[in-house]
């Protein structure tokens, strides 16, 4: 039996007395015409229904709570099998539009299933098609897109072809904005165009040879993602040399050491940066991490001051700024990136001249990119959304919308609207911290028609919340890494998006979910290769070694490749992402994820939790400890608070979880969860690591 929503219960989420009379009014009305039990489809339209009222009330337009729960009113006691309830479903018109409706309707397929399986089952004819529509430029065309040998572990791609991958990035008309960009404390937005990111990067290019640096070698960038990193970016590559990217944030012995693994011949830097109000030196940690020989750019008109014989950015530009590129084999290198490397040297992990196809493929397909679009994603060079973002923008001859500052603020939301952004992509700790403190509510995204959120695994709570902000788009998930070039699971903008879901695995590549080498429908996620952008080799391991040695062969004998993630695979053609297989937890008997228990660890005295599994007393025995940020910083010391907060973090996994996981050793009070990378945290490894450390000196 349907609750029903009275005056009052509308009321309770802030919603003023008269126009919750209306709504509750309206509530009653829309159940009248869905009454009784609902079938999947007639929950979807029902739920349709109320987030039009929502949306429509301006008392309750900005009441998160009434979204969330008529969301649940509309979902209740639906099916597993029928999976999670989508809160965003696509029209006819959304599927024909879109870049996958016309690849699909070029290929006459007439189910996205069957575009996915053709993608999975003829990968040299589905990457024959994305290059073709990509527009991926060549000197030499390839004499065959795959060259598969027996073992599919090192494929061929692109035999016989000549390219540099920089010159798809300028098949857009010159005058057209390739960048938007925006810094904290400024209104103004500066853009640069297609033909002027091209004269910048020909002038780098040629500054670079008046170097004497060498093709091949490789140029460290170390600077936040403004329009002169990504000329710098380009004019790298345009030459013929290779790109090392090392995050800004990085400590001095961090850059030391991603800098010596790479062999990195020069350095890109800025002087400085402004962010969260305060000023943020680089160059001076790569003047203390002794680095190689660097170009400076500095953040204000005036000339940086140089140590040792580094070189001003203005002395360094060449005055010529055309440049013929430097063609290559699609093997060689374009770009070397690091792993997080939280418990050894991080693995440096090179892209090729192929791995930017599979960051623009997906981007056309999975984001649905197109031409008119502005993108916005917060990011750096050092990680690999960076070049991901470049390339997702610059092939597909749309607009990247770049900002230098607090990402977590209003003016950076502000930023978002000035720019007209059509695709917004997040981390969820952004979004939570959106959640916590309403940072973008009121704002004008109405221009936005998709979200994307990668780097660790979002809560449906937190991801209905950024569609709430926009009057409720789709947000396409997107889950990969460094050694893919892109994503392995994903969503579209042609297939219903429940909040914090994926929908497919990544057009182009198939993967199995296998626990002791059965399939299964919840356990350790294996790729099957080939795919452009799956990396064959690492700078300093074995890629073997590291993705497939002692991994399950497939349901048919296929070669799979080991990724390391957790996930589920649901009713309603959903997937789940548990988090890391290194993250899994064991208490009691019980098998859960660290996600799992932070999903319901929700409490309005902390901005974020990491639960994690300790064995206490070397018993074998593992107890749950939770890593938690206090929203008042003045509270970290508080032993009151740890004691409150293991009290009701107990009773959240018991009510809405295991009572058998409902034992809470310890809560540890941090300043902010230690980070692996941009949005992720630590694994459960380097946390218990933390953990013993701490027990220790107590």
């Known amino acids: ?166 010159e798809s990035c300028f098949n857009a008309a010159p005058n057209k904005a390739a960048i938007l960009f925006g810094l904290e404390g400024s209104d103004a937005i500066r853009k640069m165009t297609y033909g002027q990111l091209h004269r910048l990067s020909s002038r780098i290019a040629n500054g670079l040879d008046a170097l004497g ?37 990085a400590a001095p012995p961090e850059f030391q050491k991603r800098s010596r693994i790479a062999d990195a011949h020069a350095v890109f830097t800025v002087d400085s940066y402004l962010r969260d109000g305060k000023v943020h030196d680089v160059y001076s940690k790569v003047i203390e991490a002794d680095g190689p020989q660097t170009i400076v750019i500095p953040r204000t008109g005036e000339p940086p001051h140089l140590a040792r014989s580094d070189i001003a950015w203005t002395d360094f530009l060449s005055d010529r700024d055309t440049y013929d590129s430097v063609p290559g084999r699609p093997s060689d290198y374009t770009n070397i990136l690091f792993s997080s490397g939280t418990t050894k040297d991080p693995k440096a992990i090179p892209w090729t001249q192929t791995t930017p196809i599979k960051s623009a493929a997906d981007a056309y397909l999975h984001q649905d990119v197109r031409p008119s679009d502005v993108l916005a994603w917060p990011t750096s060079f050092g990680w690999m959304m960076g070049p991901w973002l470049t390339y997702a923008s610059l092939v597909n001859r749309a607009t990247m919308a770049l900002y230098v500052g607090a990402t977590t603020t209003r003016a950076f939301g502000e930023f978002v609207d000035r720019a007209r952004v059509t695709m917004l992509g997040v981390v969820p700790k952004l979004v939570r911290s959106w959640k916590t403190d309403a940072t973008m509510e009121r704002l004008d995204w109405h221009r936005i028609r998709v979200f994307s959120s990668t780097a660790e695994p979002s809560t449906p709570e937190e991801m209905l919340y950024l569609m709430f902000l926009s009057g409720y788009r789709p947000i396409v998930e997107y889950c990969g890494g460094t050694e893919i070039g892109g994503g392995y699971i994903t969503g579209t903008v042609v297939q219903p998006c429940a909040p914090a879901m994926f929908t497919t695995p990544a057009l182009g590549l198939d993967l199995e979910i296998l626990d002791g080498g059965r399939p299964v429908a919840r356990g350790e996620v294996f790729l099957v290769p080939p795919s452009i952008g799956l990396s064959t080799e690492l700078l ?132 902010e969860l230690p980070q692996a990378g941009p949005g992720k945290t630590r694994t459960m490894k380097e946390l218990r690591s933390d953990y013993a450390a701490r027990t220790a000196r107590a």
């Open 1 to 166: 039996m349907r609750p029903t929503i009275r005056p009052a219960d509308v009321e309770s989420w802030g919603v003023p007395l008269r126009p919750a009379k209306e709504l509750a009014t309206g509530i009653e009305e829309a159940s009248r015409r869905f009454p009784g039990a609902l079938d999947p489809r007639g929950q979807e339209r029902f739920w349709l229904t109320l987030r039009s009222l929502l949306l429509t009330n301006p008392a309750a337009r900005w009441r998160f709570a009434a979204h969330l729960a008529l969301y649940r009113l509309a979902y209740d006691g639906r099916h597993p099998e029928d999976g999670p309830g989508p809160a965003w479903v696509p029209s006819r018109a959304d599927l024909h539009s879109s870049n996958i409706g016309r690849v699909m309707a070029a290929r006459r397929l007439t189910s996205f299933e069957d575009f996915r399986r053709w993608s999975v089952d003829r990968r040299e004819d589905y990457w024959s098609t994305m290059i073709r529509t990509l527009g991926i430029v060549f000197r030499t065309s390839p004499t065959r897109i795959l060259k598969l040998p027996a073992d599919p572990r090192h494929p061929e791609w692109l035999a016989g072809a000549q390219l540099n991958i920089a």
């Open 213 to 249: 640096l060498h093709r091949g070698e490789r140029i460290a960038l170390f600077l936040p993602m403004t329009p002169e990193a990504v000329a710098a970016y380009i004019g790298i590559v345009l030459s013929g040399r290779c790109v090392v990217g090392i995050a800004d944030a």
């Open 540 to 671: 300093n391991y074995d890629n073997d070694e590291e993705y497939y040695d002692n991994v399950p062969k497939g349901l048919h004998g296929e070669v799979l490749r080991r990724h390391g993630d957790q996930i589920e695979r649901l009713g309603g053609c959903y997937y789940r992402h548990l988090g890391r297989i290194d993250d899994m937890i064991n208490i009691n008997g019980v098998k859960t994820s660290s996600e799992e228990i932070r999903s319901v660890l929700k409490n309005e005295l902390v901005y974020d939790t990491k639960p994690i599994a300790v064995d206490v007393d070397r018993s074998g025995q593992h107890r749950l400890v939770v890593y938690a940020v206090p929203r008042d910083p003045r509270l970290l010391g508080s032993d009151e608070l740890r004691a409150q907060l293991r009290r009701e973090f107990q009773r959240a996994i018991k009510e809405n979880l295991n009572p058998l996981l409902a034992h809470v050793e310890d809560v540890v009070l941090v300043p």
